[in-house]
């Protein structure tokens, strides 16, 4: 049998190593990811500058990037035509839709269109509502924005690829404070920022049940998360609730009242 043409091709690039990491979500950010490469005891943030691009595995200059980063520019270096040069974001993407749903589906979008063409792929709730982004994407009513990259960021929501669909029988309060208490246990605890900021923000969720509920402390907190942070895990750790506080405030207001608007907080409706 002929051997596969992608382990041919690997093999006339060079030499390739593959490593297997633990299931450990702070391995996605670049710098830890590296870390673990060489091998680190303890997986912590680098602080930058510099940046992978000058000091990078074993402190040579290296490029981080996702796979569909290399597909793509294999596929531009193939078919130059086909790529629009004033596009931002140009080609596909491939959007993961899970949550409340029965079946959960991969799709690939063309970067042009609104995000809501991946819910064809589900049967989806009425009513639903959807964090973008995986663990730390963006809260939101509508998916009605472009797929592309910038679209996404300008919009709050990640660029992850993931769609999770949030029935209305799920309560956002608790669901954003799930993410919060996450970030709380779960950063490398490097920087302030994130350490101290994660650990605030899941106490002030927390005080939400106890009838306090301050928006203006949680948003500034959350500002000073998203740009102070030493990494990407402590700049998105608050935008899950950030950006549920732009669509559903309200709903904060009425568990500091006592009532949960989705029924799913026990003692609260």
């Known amino acids: 049998a002929r051997r596969p043409l992608v382990v041919e091709r690997l093999e006339a690039a060079g030499e390739w190593h593959v490593v297997a990491a633990e299931d450990d979500f702070r391995l996605g950010e670049p710098t830890m990811a590296l870390e673990r490469l060489e091998g680190n005891d303890r997986i912590e943030a680098r602080r930058r500058p510099p940046g992978p691009e000058e000091w990078g595995l074993y402190g040579r200059p290296t490029a981080v990037h996702t796979p569909r980063t290399l597909l793509q520019t294999a596929e531009l270096w193939r078919n130059p035509e086909a790529f629009d040069a004033e596009t931002s974001d140009p080609g596909t993407r491939l959007v993961s ?46 998916l009605d924005v472009p797929v592309a990259a910038p679209a996404l960021s300008a919009a709050g929501l ?12 799920r309560c956002i309060v608790a ?47 959350s500002r000073v998360m998203a740009t102070t942070s030493l990494c990407a895990f402590g700049e998105t750790a608050a935008r899950p609730v950030r950006t549920a506080l732009e669509d559903f405030e309200g709903e904060f207001r009425a568990h500091a009242d006592g009532r949960c608007p989705a029924g799913a907080c026990g003692g609260l409706q």
């Open 97 to 142: 839709v899970g949550g409340d749903v029965a079946v959960p589906a991969t799709v690939e979008l063309p970067t042009d269109v609104p995000l809501s063409r991946a819910l064809s792929a589900v049967d989806a709730p009425d009513d639903a509502r959807f964090a973008v982004g995986g663990r730390f994407g963006g809260v939101t009513r509508s």
């Open 158 to 169: 990640g660029t992850e690829g993931v769609v999770e669909v949030l029935g209305p029988d």
């Open 175 to 221: 669901s954003v404070g799930e993410r919060a208490a996450f970030a709380r246990e779960e950063n490398c605890g490097r920087c302030v920022p994130c350490r101290e900021g994660s650990k605030q923000l899941h106490e002030a969720l927390r005080a939400v049940y106890d009838g306090e509920f301050d928006a203006a402390k949680i948003r500034e907190l």
